[in-house]
């Protein structure tokens, strides 16, 4: 009788899947208890007895006499009255057959065998389904233009189509472009994004393409991997693709038409193997009748155009967004901090011009001040409260233009010293008020200089 390690025994025992093992000479030597469960045969009625004898038209059999294993094989066990498939695989020791194992699962309990053949048949295609429907959750919405945004980008998700997201800053393209590369067959792979408008025209090619050593005074030993090289077999996410010049966007049409790159300072060239998504809160047509933007570029971009509306057309979403927000902020302000219907009135009452990158940055200061388990009206930031009372977009007193031209970094700093002073009005001593906003005592000094807050 074969030996069986008390670990391996563990394993099988863990198992879900019925497990049988028979000797060289169809001797059974061992069953696991799911086996006993789903078939209904106590282990000690069954072992030391020859399978031959039990079912002699075992799949089991086939393999010890061919010594071949069957994979997702499908069989009917006449001494047990059930279907089942089963893997089974020979057992070897130093090159010699001495015996085989079946893993078993019962599928008798289905509607019926075909049903349950096409079931595992469509097994991965659920799977892969569930996969995206569980990436794309954070973009769950209850908003026409969204959830059409939303269902293209599923579509889209597993071809190789270049794509190209519309949307206002803070809508979260990102996030859309992040969710897209992890449901694809590139998922895996890396997904490294870049704000073209951060990138100075002198260090583009060296920072997408890498440069060699010695490319240039003062380069880097072994030369430096650019950002297309980075992804490579993954995505590259280029955000504000409107910004660059014409200059650029021809250098970056032709590694797109050519499929290869060069490095700077290089003399060969290299394969590309990245998908392309890019972003813009641009109107590029436009831009292209103005002679700004290329338009062989353009289409190159745009194989799958995709809208992301702004958070003011989409505000029956507040509540998905607010919740998937704050249960960030919870986790890190180790607060336990709910909403009230008042709060939630004023925040559809407000045209968010930041979108959800504003609505985040809100969020977090009123769950940095806040004191009690839940938000109130006075929780929250006052150009908010008056915006939504007024109808129209304020921070700091300001009306905003409701043409999206707001600057996002100023919203942020403006929003951020308003919560400093919040803080320090409703704190005791600076300790406390370092303790509220969750920093580094540096970091709040810092602060305080940067906005001259006394």
């Known amino acids: 009788m074969m030996k069986l390690e008390k670990h391996l025994l563990s394993i099988l025992e863990s198992l879900h899947d019925a497990v049988l093992v028979i000797s060289k000479d169809s001797t059974i030597v061992y069953v696991n208890t799911a086996y006993s469960v789903q078939f209904g045969v106590p282990a000690h009625k069954i072992v030391n007895r020859k399978l031959s004898q039990v079912e002699p038209g075992a799949r089991i059999l086939e393999v010890i006499k061919t010594g071949q294993p069957l994979i997702n094989d499908y069989s009917y066990l006449h001494s047990l009255n059930v279907h089942i498939f089963a893997n089974i695989t020979p057992l070897l020791e130093k090159g010699e057959l001495i015996g085989a194992v079946a893993i078993m699962?019962?599928?008798?309990?289905?509607?019926?065998?075909?049903?349950?053949?096409?079931?595992?048949?469509?097994?991965?295609?659920?799977?892969?389904e569930q996969l995206h429907?569980?990436?794309?959750?954070?973009?769950?919405?209850?908003?026409?233009?969204?959830?059409?945004?939303?269902?293209?980008?599923k579509k889209v998700s597993d071809s190789e189509a270049t794509l190209l997201l519309y949307g206002e800053t803070g809508v979260g393209k990102e996030v859309f472009a992040r969710a897209i590369h992890e449901a694809s067959q590139r998922g895996d792979k890396p997904f490294v994004a870049i704000n073209m408008a951060s990138l100075p025209?002198?260090?583009?090619?060296?920072?997408?393409?890498g440069f060699e050593e010695g490319a240039f005074t003062g380069s880097r030993k072994g030369g430096k991997k650019g950002l297309f090289e980075l992804a490579d077999g993954g995505t590259l996410f280029l955000d504000e693709i409107g910004e660059l010049s014409l200059f650029l966007q021809a250098k970056i049409l032709r590694v797109l038409q050519e499929k290869t790159f060069m490095k700077v300072g290089g003399t060969t060239t290299h394969p590309l193997d990245v998908r392309i998504i890019a972003a813009t809160n641009k109107n590029l047509q436009e831009l292209i009748r103005e002679g700004k933007f290329r338009e062989d570029l353009y289409y190159r971009l745009s194989i799958v155009p995709i809208h992301i509306?702004?958070?003011?057309?989409?505000?029956?979403?507040?509540?998905?967004?607010?919740?998937?927000?704050?249960?960030?902020?919870r986790i890190t302000y180790k607060k336990q901090i709910t909403v009230t219907q008042e709060v939630y009135e004023i925040f559809e009452r407000y045209d968010w011009p930041g979108n959800i990158r504003e609505l985040h940055n809100v969020l977090e200061r009123m769950i940095a001040i806040c004191s009690k388990s839940y938000f109130v009206p006075e929780d929250i930031p006052s150009f908010v409260r008056e915006g939504a009372e007024r109808g129209e977009n304020i921070t700091d007193s300001t009306?905003?233009?409701?043409?999206?031209?707001?600057?996002?970094?100023g919203?942020?700093?403006?929003?951020e010293r308003e919560m400093l002073e919040e803080v320090l009005k409703t704190s005791r001593t600076r300790t406390e008020a370092i303790q509220k906003l969750g920093i580094s005592r540096k970091a709040f000094y810092q602060k305080l200089k940067k906005y001259n807050i006394k």
Do not use: C, W
């Not at 702004?310 to 927000?325: A, G, H, T």
């Open 133 to 153: 429907e569980k990436i794309f959750s954070l973009l769950e919405s209850h908003a026409p233009g969204m959830r059409q945004a939303v269902n293209v980008a």
């Open 411 to 415: 919203i942020i700093e403006r929003t």
């Open 399 to 409: 009306v905003q233009s409701k043409t999206n031209k707001m600057s996002l970094p």
């Open 105 to 128: 699962k019962d599928i008798s309990e289905f509607y019926g065998l075909q049903e349950e053949l096409n079931k595992y048949k469509t097994y991965s295609t659920k799977l892969e």
């Open 201 to 209: 025209e002198s260090l583009f090619e060296s920072e997408l393409f």
């Open 309 to 329: 509306p702004p958070l003011r057309e989409r505000k029956q979403d507040l509540p998905i967004l607010v919740n998937n927000i704050l249960g960030k902020l």
